[in-house]
C-alpha cells in the first residue's frame, strides 16, 4: 500500500492512479475499482433495491437507514483504531449495552448519595457515559499491555464482565422513561437519537463529527502515525522511539469511549434503557471495519473505509428487511459480503504489491 | 566428471533478464562452489536446477543426457536435492517426523510406521556423524547447526547425487561450520556431488572444488579453487579491485562521547553481556567482532534502552543515563541502526517516507497536526543525503533493495540527531557494491564528528573499516586492537577465548 494512511484515497472511488503512468492500464482499473470497491457495493446495493422497492429510496427510509449505519459507524471507528494497532476490541457491544445502562439509571433513578438523591443534567450523563466507556477502555489496554493478556481474550473477557455489569445495575430490568422532568432539570435525552438538524438526524450529524475527527487523528497526527506504526511492525514502533504500551491503551480508550457514545444514541432513540442494549453489535462493527478494507493483522486501514463498511452493512440489512427476506436469509447474504470483501482485499494486496515490484 | 550441466540457461521474468546464457558445471563427487553478489541470479540458477523453476531458453543435462526437470519432486526422483537457506522443518516434530514429513513411512495403508521411519532416521544421521542424535528429539530443540543437518539428511533419505545447498552456513557457529564442512567432505567421498552457494569467501574456499562467479546474471567466470585466490574472487564478483570496497576512517578523534562502564545484561544461563567497558570517541569508528551468541547484539540492545541491565553506567557526552528506556537513549544522542530490519527496522506497510520520519514525527507538527511540507522536506534531505534510490516518498518501502532498505533505517536513526550511531551488522545481507556504499557513509559520519560502534562478523570489513576493534566472546570483551595491529587470526583467535582482558585504559 502506498497510501495506507491516506484515509482519504483508500477506498473512494477517486483515489489516485498508485503508480507511474507506464504501469499497464487494465491493471489499474482493476486496481482502481478494487480500491473503491466498497462504494460500488454500495451503489450497486442501492440500484437494486430501489429497482425491487419503491420505498427504499424515500427520505423516511434513507433517515431511518442513515440512523442505524450512523451507530454502528461509531462502533466501527473506534474498533479501527484497536485493529491498526493489531489488537481486536470484542467488547464494544458491552461496552455500549454499559454506558446505555448509566445513562439510563442516571436519568432516570438518579444517584443515589447519603441525604437523597441527586440528578445530573443531560449533558453531563452523556459524559459520565463516555467516561465510563473510556474507562472500560482503559482496563482493556491496562490488560493488553501490562499482562500482556491477546487481546481477544482480554476484550472477550471484558464483553462478559461489562455486560454483566449493566445487568447488575438494574438487575436485568429496564428504565423505561427518559424524557426527564423539569425539577430535576434533566430533559432532553432525546436531542441526540431522535431529533434531526438541517433534515437530518443529530446523531448522524455525530456520526460525521466522530468521523471527521479520526480521519484528522489517523492522517495529520504523529499519533494517527505511530498507531498505524505499531500495527505494522511493533518492534520497529518500539526501536523508533514509540511508548508501544501507551498507544495501545490510548487506542482502547478511543474505542472505549465510542462504543459509550454509540450506545447513548441508541438508548436515546428507544427512549429506554435495557441491559441487552446492542448486544453482538460487536460483530457489526469489526465487520465494517474489514469490509472497509482495514486488516486484521494491523497497520492498513482507513477510517473513510470504515465508515463505506458500515453503510453497506446497514443499507444492506434495512434492504433485505425491507424487500421482506427472511432474517435467516439476511444472515447468509451478510456473511458471504463480509467474506466476498476479505477475498477482494487479497486480490488487491497481490496486484498492488505487482504493480509496485514493476515501478521499483 | 560433468554430472550436472546447465547449458546456455536463460531466464526471464516478465522483462527482466535474470540469468543470460548461462553455462554452469557440477562436477561429480566435487564441492562447486556457487558465488555472486545479491541478484546475480544465484538463486534462479538453483531453483532451475532444483526443478522449481523452468528456463526460458537452454537446457539441463543430467550424465550427458538433456532433462526436463518439472517439479522439485521430479528433480527429487533424479537425485537431484535442494536445501534452502530458510530451513523448512517443523520445530513441533520430532527428527524422524521431519525427516519423512510428507512421504511418511506406510504400514498398511493408513497407518505410519513409526519403528521404520525412527530406524531410518538413525542410519542417516550415523552417516552424517550425529549417532548421539535422538530420531525421537523435537527438532525445536536442537541448536540450529544440527537442524540444518536434519534437513540435510531428509536430502539424503531420498538416495541424492547431487545436493545443491543454498548459504547453509549464515546462521551457524564457527563449530557448527566445521561440522558441516566435515558432513560434505564426508559426502564427497560417498560420490555425492555437492553445489554450494555461499557469500563467505573465507569459508567456500576450504572446502570448494570449483567455484563458479555469476554477475548481472551473466557468468564470469569458473575456475578450479586451487588456481584462485580470495582476492581474485572478490575481483570477479564486483568487477574491481576488493581494496577499494572499504573506506577507513581518516579524521582525528576528538571528544568522549559514549563511555560504558561495568554493563551486565542478565541472561537464562550466564549473563548475556558480562562487565563490558568501553568507549566511543568523536569521528571514531569502533568495530566489534565476535561470533554469533557472543553477545553483541546485547550489548547494543541494551545500550539503546530494548534491553534492561541489571549493572553497569552509561555516559553519553560525559553525561550519566541513569534511565534505560529507547526514549531516554534516544534524547541523549543514542541510535541505532539493527541487525534484522526486516523484524526490527522497517515498518513493511508504510511508505519510504513515513519509515523516514517514524522516529520525528513528534517533532514536525503545529498546532498538534503534522505538516506535511516539513515532513516532505525533512525525508527528501535525507533520502539525498545519503543517496537513497527510491521511486518516491510514497513508495512502498518493502520494493527496494537490502542496500536501500537499510539506508532507510539508517536515515531515520540520523533523523534522531544522534551523537553515537550503534549500527549492527549493517552490511548483512546487502550486495557487495552496497556494502561498499555503507562502509563510506560510515567512515563519512565520522568525519562530520559522530561516534560510530558497529558490529560485524566479517574479518575483512572490521579489519578494513574500524580504527579499533573490540572482540566479543561469551558476553566479554576479551581483546581490544587498534587498526594498527589487528590481523584476521587474532581475532578469530579473540573471539574463542575465555580470557578476559583486564586493565585497559
Known amino acids: 500500500m502506498t497510501d495506507t494512511h491516506v484515509a482519504a484515497t483508500g477506498t473512494a472511488a477517486a483515489a489516485p492512479p498508485p503508480g507511474p503512468p507506464r504501469n499497464p492500464a487494465l491493471a489499474r482499473a482493476a486496481l482502481l475499482l478494487l480500491r473503491g470497491r466498497t462504494l460500488v457495493v454500495l451503489v450497486l446495493l442501492v440500484i437494486f433495491f430501489s429497482a425491487v422497492s419503491s420505498e427504499y429510496l424515500t427520505q423516511s427510509n434513507l433517515i431511518l437507514m442513515t440512523k442505524h449505519v450512523a451507530i454502528n459507524a461509531i462502533l466501527a ?22 454506558a446505555s445502562m448509566v445513562g439510563g439509571g442516571l436519568l432516570f433513578t438518579g444517584l443515589a448519595v447519603p441525604g437523597g438523591t441527586v440528578f445530573f443534567s443531560v449533558a453531563v450523563v452523556i459524559v459520565i457515559g463516555i467516561l465510563v466507556g473510556a474507562l472500560v477502555g482503559a482496563v482493556n ?28 445495575i438494574s438487575n436485568g430490568g429496564t428504565f423505561p422513561d427518559l424524557a426527564g422532568t423539569p425539577e430535576r432539570g434533566n430533559q432532553g435525552f432525546h436531542v441526540i437519537g431522535v431529533d434531526s438538524w438541517l433534515g437530518i438526524p443529530v446523531a448522524v450529524w455525530i456520526m460525521i463529527v466522530v468521523a471527521a475527527a479520526a480521519i484528522v487523528v489517523t492522517t495529520k497526527t504523529p499519533f494517527g502515525r505511530r498507531v498505524f506504526a505499531v500495527g505494522g511492525n511493533e518492534r520497529a514502533a518500539v526501536l523508533s522511539g514509540i511508548r508501544v504500551n501507551r498507544i495501545k491503551i490510548a487506542v482502547y480508550v478511543i474505542s472505549g469511549c465510542c462504543a459509550a457514545l454509540a450506545g447513548l444514541l441508541l438508548t436515546s432513540e428507544l427512549g429506554a434503557a435495557y441491559p441487552d442494549t446492542a448486544t453482538t453489535y460487536e460483530l457489526n462493527a469489526i465487520a465494517a471495519a474489514v469490509l472497509g478494507g482495514t486488516a486484521l493483522s494491523g497497520g492498513r486501514g482507513t477510517i473513510i473505509g470504515t465508515v463505506m463498511g458500515a453503510f453497506v452493512i446497514g443499507f444492506l440489512s434495512d434492504g433485505l428487511v425491507l424487500i421482506g427476506v427472511s432474517t435467516f436469509w439476511q444472515s447468509v447474504v451478510k456473511g458471504a459480503v463480509i467474506i466476498f470483501a476479505v477475498v477482494t482485499e487479497q486480490a488487491q ?4 504489491a505487482g504493480l509496485s515490484k514493476r515501478t521499483a | 566428471m560433468e554430472i550436472l550441466e546447465a547449458h546456455h540457461i536463460s531466464k526471464n521474468y516478465g522483462g527482466v533478464r535474470a540469468l543470460k546464457d548461462v553455462t554452469f558445471t557440477a562436477y561429480r563427487g566435487k ?44 528433480a527429487m526422483a533424479r537425485g537431484i536435492g535442494i536445501i534452502h537457506q530458510e530451513l523448512s522443518l517443523f520445530p513441533n516434530l520430532s527428527i524422524a517426523e521431519n525427516m519423512f514429513a510428507g512421504r511418511e513411512l506406510r504400514r498398511g495403508r493408513r497407518f505410519v510406521d513409526a519403528a521404520a521411519q525412527r530406524r531410518r532416521a538413525r542410519a542417516v544421521l550415523a552417516r552424517l556423524g550425529q549417532e548421539h542424535l535422538d530420531p525421537d528429539t523435537l527438532v525445536g530443540e536442537l541448536p540450529i547447526g544440527q537442524q540444518q543437518l536434519v534437513e540435510i539428511g531428509r536430502a539424503l533419505l531420498e538416495d541424492v547425487r547431487v545436493l545443491i545447498m543454498d548459504e547453509p552456513t549464515s546462521a551457524l557457529s564457527n563449530h557448527e561450520v566445521d561440522v558441516l564442512f566435515d558432513v560434505m567432505a564426508d559426502l564427497r567421498e ?41 582476492a581474485w574472487i572478490v575481483r570477479q564478483m564486483v568487477g574491481r579491485d576488493p581494496d577499494s570496497l572499504y573506506v577507513r576512517n581518516s579524521s582525528a578523534v576528538g571528544d568522549l562521547l559514549l563511555d560504558v562502564r561495568g554493563l551486565t545484561v542478565p541472561g537464562p544461563a550466564r549473563p548475556l553481556v558480562d562487565d563490558v567497558s568501553l568507549t566511543v570517541r568523536a569521528g571514531e569508528v569502533v568495530g566489534v567482532y565476535g561470533l554469533m551468541g557472543a553477545g553483541r547484539t546485547e550489548l547494543v540492545e541494551s545500550l539503546m534502552g530494548m534491553r534492561p541491565a541489571a549493572a553497569g553506567e552509561v555516559r553519553v557526552r560525559g553525561r550519566l543515563e541513569p534511565k534505560g528506556t529507547v526514549q531516554a537513549r534516544m534524547a541523549a544522542g543514542l541510535a541505532l541502526v539493527p541487525e534484522d530490519r526486516q523484524r526490527d527496522g522497517l515498518v513493511q506497510t508504510m511508505s519510504v517516507g513515513d519509515n523516514i520520519l517514524l522516529a520525528t514525527v513528534g517533532r514536525l507538527t503545529r498546532g498538534g497536526l503534522l505538516r506535511g511540507d516539513a515532513e516532505q522536506r525533512a525525508a527528501a534531505g535525507k ?12 513508495a512502498v518501502v518493502t520494493a527496494l533493495s537490502g542496500g536501500n532498505q537499510q539506508k532507510v533505517v539508517l536515515a531515520r536513526a540520523l533523523l534522531t540527531e544522534p551523537v553515537v550511531l550503534l549500527l549492527d551488522e549493517p552490511t548483512r545481507g546487502i550486495d557487495v557494491g552496497a556494502k561498499a556504499q555503507i ?19 566479517e574479518l575483512a570489513e572490521v579489519t578494513a573499516m574500524a580504527d579499533r576493534v573490540l572482540v566479543m566472546a561469551r558476553g566479554r570483551i576479551t581483546a581490544e586492537f587498534s587498526a594498527a595491529d589487528v590481523t584476521e587470526e587474532a581475532l578469530v583467535t579473540a573471539s574463542a577465548s575465555d580470557i578476559v582482558l583486564e586493565d585497559r585504559s
Request: hydrophobic share 50%; glycine share 12%.
Open chain 2, 31 to 74: 564441492v562447486n562452489v556457487l558465488v555472486g553478489e545479491n541478484g546475480a541470479g544465484k538463486s534462479t540458477l538453483m531453483k532451475i536446477l532444483s526443478g522449481s523453476e523452468q528456463p526460458t531458453a537452454g537446457d539441463i543435462l543430467l550424465d550427458g543426457e538433456p532433462v526436463v526437470l518439472a517439479s522439485p519432486r521430479d
Open chain 2, 190 to 230: 560417498q560420490d555425492v556431488t555437492v553445489i554450494y552457494i555461499s557469500h563467505k569467501l573465507d569459508e567456500f574456499r576450504r572446502i570448494g572444488d570449483w567455484v563458479t562467479v555469476l554477475r548481472d546474471g551473466g557468468l564470469v567466470a569458473h575456475e578450479s579453487m586451487s588456481r584462485t585466490d580470495t
Open chain 1, 349 to 352: 494486496q497481490r496486484l498492488q
Open chain 1, 141 to 168: 489496554g491496562v490488560l493488553v499491555t501490562r499482562f500482556k493478556v491477546a487481546p481477544f481474550i482480554a476484550t472477550l473477557g471484558m464483553l462478559y464482565v461489562a455486560r454483566g455489569i449493566a445487568q447488575l
Open chain 1, 77 to 98: 471507528i473506534g474498533v479501527t483504531f484497536v485493529i491498526l494497532t493489531g489488537g481486536i476490541d470484542l467488547s464494544v457491544g458491552s461496552i455500549a449495552g454499559l
Open chain 2, 439 to 457: 562502509a563510506a557513509l560510515m567512515a563519512d559520519l565520522a568525519v562530520q564528528g559522530f561516534g560510530v560502534l558497529f558490529i560485524s562478523s
Open chain 2, 383 to 394: 533520502i539525498r543525503e545519503l543517496a537513497i534510490k527510491v521511486p518516491g516518498l510514497a
